[in-house]
């Protein structure tokens, strides 16, 4: 079977589908509200659980930047004391 024909059977599938479901409300037989509420209750829990991920996430990158800009800073303060003992140790000689 080829592309276009299983992509052509899908859509057909969609349309029979849809048009199950609209029949089923116009109907009366389905209520939708309960069932919308409860997935849009399921959306909104996982959104939380997602940012809660993605603000621990950027708490843990912020912390690791901060200590790389404590151990440069103190990387730069030993080479400067360095630097500064060096020529003292010259003119001595």
Do not use: C, H, W
């Amino acid at each position: 079977m080829n592309n276009a024909a299983k992509y052509g059977l899908f859509f057909v599938g969609g349309l029979v589908v849809g048009a199950l479901g609209a029949v089923a409300v116009s109907r009366g037989k389905l209520d939708l509200k309960p069932l919308a509420t409860d997935l849009l209750a399921g959306g909104m829990d996982l959104k939380e659980k997602a940012m809660g991920f993605v603000e621990a996430a950027k708490e843990d990158i912020a912390d690791a930047v901060a200590e790389a800009q404590v151990k440069s800073q103190e990387k730069k303060a030993q080479a400067e004391q360095a630097q500064a003992q060096a020529p003292a140790q010259v003119e001595q000689a």
